[in-house]
C-alpha cells in the first residue's frame, strides 16, 4: 500500500466520530476518507471511498456491528477494527468478532468517555495502522461446535511444556492449534496481548471448544498435562517450579517489550525452568515481542517453531523472531498442531492420534 491509509470511521455516536477523526489524523500518515452513523450509510460510502481500514461500533442503529462485520468480510474482505466497551459483555461480542474476521479491537471505556478515549489515542492510531497492514480473507464465521468424546494413550511424562506467544490476530490463531488438540496433550501456557476483562472470556470460550481444558492463569496454580494457561490481562505469565512440580507465576512488574503481559517474559522463563523440555511457539502479531525469549529457549536446548508468513494475519513477531536465530522451524498455521504432536513423539513420548 502506498499514500496515506484512508480511514472510513463507523459509530452512531457523533462525539466519537469527530474525537476518532481527530485523533486519527493527527498522523500524518493517516487520513479518515469519511465518517458513517450506521451501517447501511457505511456501505455505500465503502463502494464509494474503498477505505483501507473500518473503525466499526458494535451496538448501532439499523444493523448492529457484528451483522455488518460479516457481510464485509463475505463480500469484501478488507481490515476492521472494532469498537468495544471494556466489560464482560463487550469482550465476549468483541471475541465474537475476532472469530468472524476483525483485525482488532479498541476498548471502548464505560465511563467518562472523553478523557478515556483520549487516553488511548497512540493505542487507536497504532491499532489502526497496523490493521492496514494484516491480510483479510473471506472465511465463514466460526462457532463453538460439540467436541466427540476420544480416548488417548497417556504421555509417559509430564515435563513437556508447550509456550505459546501471540498478539494481532492471535485470538483466531490460537482456537485453531488448541481445538486440534487431544485431551491429554502436555501442559500449553500462552500469552496473548489483550485486556485483562478479555482474558476471561477468551479462556472460557477456548475452553467451549476445546478437548483439553483451558483456563485463565492463576497465582501459583499446578501446571499439568491435560491443560491449558493463558496469561490475564495486565499481568506476565512465568513458568516456574515448587518442589518437582512447575507452577504458574504471576507478577506487576513494568512491560517488557511494550507489553504486560509479555510473550519474552513467559519464554525466558520457561528457558530457565523447564529448557530443552519446552517447545516455544510464536504466532502472529505486530512488534518484535517473543524474539528475545524463542532465541533464549533455543540456546537452552528447546524446539522453536514460527507461523509463516502466508498464514500469518500479522508477520511481525514471527519474522523478528526467525530473523534472530529463535525459530527453528517456519510452517503454516494449519500444521503447528500438527508440529506439536511430531516433535512430542519424538522426545519418547507415546504416539497419540488426534
Known amino acids: 500500500m502506498t499514500g496515506k491509509i484512508k480511514v472510513l470511521i463507523v459509530d452512531d455516536s457523533a462525539l466519537i466520530r469527530q474525537m476518532l477523526t481527530k485523533m486519527l489524523t493527527s498522523d500524518p500518515s493517516i487520513d479518515v476518507v469519511g465518517t458513517a452513523p450506521d451501517p447501511l450509510t457505511a456501505r455505500t460510502m465503502i463502494k464509494q471511498l474503498n477505505p483501507d481500514v473500518l473503525t466499526l461500533d458494535i451496538e448501532m442503529p439499523r444493523m448492529d456491528g457484528l451483522e455488518f462485520l460479516e457481510k464485509i468480510i463475505a463480500l469484501r474482505p478488507m481490515p476492521v477494527v472494532m469498537i468495544s466497551s471494556l466489560t464482560q459483555e463487550g469482550a465476549e461480542i468483541a471475541l465474537k468478532a475476532l472469530e468472524i474476521g476483525a483485525v482488532d479491537y ?8 472523553q478523557a478515556g478515549l483520549t487516553e488511548k489515542a497512540s493505542e ?3 491499532k489502526v495502522k497496523t490493521a492496514s497492514r494484516a491480510k483479510v480473507h473471506a472465511k465463514r464465521p466460526s462457532s463453538p461446535k460439540p467436541i466427540e468424546s476420544k480416548t488417548f494413550q497417556h504421555f509417559t511424562t509430564t515435563e513437556q511444556i508447550v509456550c505459546i506467544g501471540a498478539s494481532t490476530g492471535g485470538v483466531e490463531a490460537i482456537r485453531e492449534v488448541i481445538t486440534a488438540l487431544p485431551a491429554n496433550f502436555p501442559a500449553v501456557m500462552i500469552t496473548q496481548h489483550m485486556p485483562g476483562t478479555f482474558t476471561t472470556s477468551f479462556a472460557n470460550r477456548l475452553d467451549g471448544m476445546s478437548r483439553i481444558s483451558v483456563c485463565e492463569a492463576k497465582q501459583s496454580q499446578r501446571v499439568l498435562p491435560g491443560h491449558v494457561y493463558i496469561a490475564p490481562g495486565e499481568q506476565h505469565l512465568e513458568l516456574a517450579r515448587s518442589g518437582a512440580n512447575y507452577i504458574c507465576k504471576l507478577t506487576n512488574d513494568a512491560p517488557v517489550s511494550g507489553h504486560r503481559p509479555s510473550v519474552d517474559v513467559l519464554m525466558t522463563s520457561a528457558a530457565k525452568v523447564a529448557g530443552s523440555n519446552v517447545i516455544g511457539v510464536i504466532l502472529t502479531g505486530m512488534g518484535r515481542d517473543g524474539a528475545e525469549g ?18 500469518s494475519v500479522v508477520y511481525g513477531m514471527p519474522r523478528v523472531a526467525f530473523e534472530t536465530g529463535g525459530i527453528e522451524l517456519q510452517v503454516p498455521l494449519s500444521q503447528v498442531a500438527s508440529t506439536l504432536m511430531k516433535q512430542l513423539e519424538k522426545r519418547d513420548v507415546r504416539a497419540i492420534r488426534i
Not at 106 to 113: R, V
Not at 297 to 306: D, E, N, Q, S, V
Open 106 to 113: 479498541i476498548g471502548k471505556p464505560t465511563s467518562d468517555l
Open 294 to 311: 524463542m532465541l533464549h529457549l533455543r540456546k537452552a536446548g528447546a524446539f522453536t517453531i514460527g507461523q509463516d508468513e502466508a498464514s
Open 124 to 126: 487507536i492510531i497504532s
